[in-house]
């Protein structure tokens, strides 16, 4: 068997970084104060070696919120109410109740809003 040269053969996986971090910092806190730093960090959903060296080298910390458009969040909460309504005439009917004619006129309305939603979402995201 011929033993290949480690640096001939071809290498998969992760790539290599440009700037490799290997140097290690250490910090000597209280319990009290490690809790709260793991708290901040997660709070920026950072790691803890994120946020302290974020913290070090720039004294502040870019808070990565994910704020959702009150247009999604109103669509949203119109497809749960949606849901629920749906759960109840279903629950009704695999029980082997008939649907009144108030309950279909409402499941004609509510099909109707669903297609307006639709409709709603697609030039949202257009």
């Known amino acids: 068997m011929e033993r290949k040269d480690l ?4 290498r998969s996986g992760r790539p290599i970084k440009a700037e490799k971090r290997n140097q290690l910092l250490s910090l000597k806190c209280t319990l009290a104060e490690r809790d709260l730093i793991k708290i901040k960090a997660n709070s920026a959903r950072l790691s803890i070696s994120e946020y302290l060296r974020e913290l070090a080298l720039t004294g ?8 959702l458009p009150s247009e999604i969040l109103s669509i949203t909460a119109i497809l749960n109410h949606m849901a629920a309504n749906l759960n109840q005439i279903a629950r009704k009917r695999n029980s082997n ?30």
């Open 60 to 67: 502040k910390i870019d808070m990565r919120m994910k704020a």
């Open 97 to 126: 109740d008939e649907l009144t004619v108030i309950e279909r006129a409402e499941l004609k309305v509510q099909s109707m809003r669903l297609k307006e939603l639709a409709g709603e979402v697609k030039t949202y995201f257009l």
């Open 7 to 10: 640096k001939s053969r071809k």
